[in-house]
């Protein structure tokens, strides 16, 4: 019993994410060379940087969309996209890594919602063919999570019929309902009209003050700095800096970094 | 006697003997079909596979049956097969011949539907836990299904009027009948007329029915 105790307060004060050593290459042009992130439990990372520094690959990588070239990730103490045989590193098959993937969320900068189905049917699908829920339980829930991002008037809804900030909501209850420990957020924000920011960027901060994991790439600099427990400032597929917003966003060591931000806040 | 007297006359003997023809043109329209659809999905699928040897062979099985007449096809299975011990009969002959051709050609149709759905489905798809296979099930065929529908429908109306190819490996449809009927009362032209006026009379509606489907699913765009 004491054992047992130990273990789970151990696991508890373990990382959600920690990421090692991550290089990942298209071709010749090496994206991502060598990062290192640990991300706690209830933590707020967000991650910034100019456009091509990696970011969104990195992001990818963490629930393996995109293969690393190098490097290990692991959730929750489990290995992501890999397994170790011996001293072997070994990739998963599909069905392992789609089981892994249950437990990242991850919301597209295009929403990628499914367009043959309607709010409520994006939100019940995976839990219902992933998780077996059965389809009332799966519905109640699902319109609960509607609710949530204020889209309970919307569930019989096409996608198309829905502005491109209902759409991202929605895409964001269609993650919460598959309850994942961790929440990959990539621009989610980069593909809306100026008007419709504000309300995807609320139900963010609520989730935020839920307690939930959050990874956030992004370029909206406010939300960094008033929602983020730590960001990390990115260039050329390196961490250039990283630390609590007050002193990255307002106070960057880096040259790099102080003449990123000054571009972003100019606009 | 003239066109009209002779038309009219012969028309309900020549109309019941086609008309039995068209009972076997349908049956094998609708079973090459069906062959088509499900060995059609299955080369679209393995010519996607991540394996080049499988891939390699799909691709040699579609080059092989487009490149090749129908006609040559239906006589090696009817003709040539006896020959090796395997006896076929003519509607069967008929079925699996037109099958495996419509399959090569719709398994096209089918890889050209599933490439058309952005990249970002699957990848929402598999991000929420499903196997690539639940992903094709669930999210891409049903919206693919609405890009295939109207190179399918062509498909069909074709099969239906390529099955009088099939009258020359003996399967009683239409044409078969047909030619039956000229040599035994020579009116070529009343004759044939009326068995082009039947697959008319089978072509426009199924045109018909499948431009309705067309509508009833761009519900959602």
């Known amino acids: 019993m004491q054992s047992d105790k130990t273990t789970s307060t151990d696991s508890k004060d373990a990382p959600l994410l920690s990421i090692r050593d991550l290089h990942k290459s298209f071709g010749e042009l090496e994206v991502l060379s060598g990062v290192d992130i640990e ?13 091509g520094s990696g970011k969104t690959t990195l992001l990818r990588c963490i629930n393996y969309l995109e293969k690393p070239t190098s490097g290990h990730i692991w959730i929750d ?16 098959n599909d069905y392992e890594l ?8 991850f919301v597209f900068q295009r929403f990628n919602l499914f367009p043959h189905l309607t709010a409520l049917q994006n ?39 829905l502005s491109g900030g209902q759409q991202q909501r929605v895409a964001i209850a269609r993650v919460l309902a598959m309850q994942p420990k961790l929440m990959l957020f990539d621009e989610a924000t980069s593909a809306l009209d100026p008007e419709l ?30 929602v983020s427990d730590r960001v990390i400032f990115m260039d050329q597929g390196k961490i250039v800096e ?12 880096h040259e790099r970094t102080r003449a990123f931000l000054s571009q972003i806040t100019d606009r | 006697m003239g066109f009209w007297a002779n038309m009219i006359k012969e028309f309900p003997y020549f109309m019941s003997v086609l008309l039995h023809g068209a009972v076997t043109t349908i049956t094998v329209a609708v079973g090459a079909l069906a062959f088509a659809l499900v060995v059609g999905l299955v080369v679209a699928l393995l010519k996607m596979s991540p394996f080049r040897v499988v891939r390699f062979v799909t691709s040699a099985y579609i080059e092989l049956l487009r490149g090749t007449p129908a006609l040559a096809q239906l006589f090696v299975i009817y003709f040539g097969l006896p020959d090796v011990g395997i006896d076929v009969a003519p509607v069967t002959a008929a079925i699996v011949g037109l099958g495996i051709n419509g399959s090569a050609y719709l398994a096209e149709v089918y890889r050209a539907g599933i490439e058309s759905i952005h990249k970002g489905q699957v990848e929402a798809a598999l991000s929420l836990g499903m196997t690539p296979a639940r992903a094709m099930q669930y999210i891409i065929l049903p919206q693919a299904v609405r890009v295939m529908l109207p190179p399918i429908t062509n498909f069909s109306i074709v099969l239906l009027k390529d099955t009088a190819l099939v009258s020359v490996v003996a399967a009683p449809e239409i044409m078969f009948y047909a030619r039956n009927l000229v040599t035994e009362t020579f009116l070529s032209m009343q004759v044939y007329l009326l068995a082009a006026l039947i697959y008319l009379s089978m072509t426009i509606p199924m045109a018909r029915v499948v431009a309705m489907l067309e509508r009833k699913r761009k519900a959602w765009r």
């Open chain 1, 39 to 51: 991300v706690a439990r209830g933590e707020k990372l967000c991650i910034i940087g100019p456009s």
């Open chain 1, 77 to 92: 103490g489990t290995l992501i996209g890999e397994k170790k045989v011996g001293d072997r590193y070994v990739h998963l």
């Open chain 1, 242 to 253: 990283e630390g609590p917003p007050s002193a990255i966003l307002t106070n960057a060591r």
């Open chain 1, 98 to 105: 789609a089981r892994e993937r249950r437990e990242i969320g």
């Open chain 1, 123 to 161: 939100v019940t699908i995976a839990p219902r063919k992933v998780l077996g829920i059965a389809p009332a339980e799966a519905e109640a829930k699902g319109k609960e999570m509607l609710d949530k991002v204020g889209l309970g008037h919307k569930v019989n809804e096409y996608p198309e019929r």
């Open chain 1, 197 to 226: 920011v504000g309300e995807v960027l609320r139900v963010m901060r609520e989730l935020a003050q839920e307690g939930r994991t959050m990874v956030v790439v992004t370029h909206e600099i406010q939300f960094a700095s008033e």
